[in-house]
């Protein structure tokens, strides 16, 4: 078996998978012989989705409905499904205001999904995973966000700055499990992910940001127009689920953002010596990260 055959007949839960990133990650995967289900909410695309898949007489996946954030209908699913080997965190919402206005409903619908919702399947998904062998994978979707802040997304930026906190750290813990993990991160991709705005669950009405003007965000929405392929985005994705990196990057658009990230980082280095007590602890911990990368699991003691 090639390494590229790892994953074949495989079978991969993908959310939010009728749709945008979810929909290119599930034709890149169906194209490479794994198996799918896809979690729908909107009808019209679920119904676009198998069609495409009859289309080109490939198997029609499994479809679940399912919003993200509830826990009990996650529950039913990890009792229902049998073996998923694969697991795409991709559901999420784009919703954009500035922070200083937004409220408690804002900042709770905004991390329930795009957070919350990974959560959820991580503790739902997580032990029949780890219960299984072979080939195994936990794919979470970020955005460049979690790099890259701006003054319109700030909650939408934190959910994705905490996906990929979690994701590096979730890595460490499986690692002994032999199940990989990648944070993927896309760019700018052709999707409607611009009309999430538009979507607003009555419970989460009491928003601080302004009224939606539809037309704006219509404007806004063409920028998504110029975005990358979502089926080249499935592709990066499938081959860096292949090659287990744990950073999937699909665009080259960042590196002037990158490098001036870094440069910020190290110009705020203090330029003074370490304490011996604190540099022990410090060592430590690279020490620990090294053992967990190589199959050591790791507890607090092996920190001090």
Not at 24 to 35: N, Q, S
Not at 65 to 78: C, G, N, S
Not at 226 to 246: F, Q, W, Y
Request: charged content about 20%; hydrophobic content about 45%; some cysteine.
């Amino acid at each position: 078996m090639t390494q590229a055959d790892r994953f074949r007949g495989r079978t991969a839960l993908i959310t939010g998978g009728v749709s945008g990133i979810g929909f290119g990650i599930a034709r890149a995967f169906a194209l490479a012989g794994i198996d799918l289900v896809l979690t729908w909410r909107n009808a019209a695309h679920r119904e676009t989705t198998a069609q495409w898949f009859a289309d080109q007489g490939l198997p029609v996946p499994r479809f679940e409905r399912l919003d993200v954030t509830d826990r009990a209908r996650w529950a039913d699913l990890a009792a229902s499904l049998g073996p998923v080997h694969i697991l795409v965190n991709n559901a999420g919402i784009s919703v954009f205001g500035p922070t200083d206005c937004a409220t408690h409903d804002d900042y709770d619908w905004i991390m329930g999904v795009n957070f919350g919702g990974v959560a959820n399947a991580l503790v739902a998904m997580l032990p029949g995973m780890k219960a299984l062998t072979g080939p195994r994978h936990v794919i979470n979707v970020a955005s460049m966000a979690a790099f890259c802040a701006g003054p319109q997304a700030g909650i939408y930026t934190a959910s994705k700055f905490a996906v990929r906190g979690l994701t590096e750290s979730l890595r460490y813990n499986l690692i002994p499990y032999d199940i990989g993990v990648s944070l993927l991160c896309p760019g700018l991709t052709q999707s409607n992910a611009w009309d999430s705005a538009l979507k607003r669950p009555e419970q989460f009405a009491g928003s601080g940001f302004p009224a939606v003007d539809a037309a704006e965000l219509a404007q806004f929405g063409t920028a998504f127009d110029l975005g990358m392929d979502a089926l080249e985005v499935g592709r990066k994705t499938l081959r860096g689920m292949i090659a287990n990196h744990p950073l999937i990057l699909t665009h080259p658009d960042h590196r002037e953002d990158f490098e001036a990230i870094a440069a910020e980082l190290l110009a705020a280095l203090p330029d003074e010596a370490i304490p011996a007590g604190r540099a022990h602890i410090e060592a430590l911990r690279r020490d620990a990260n090294r053992a967990a990368l190589a199959g050591s699991r790791i507890g607090i003691s092996d920190l001090t």
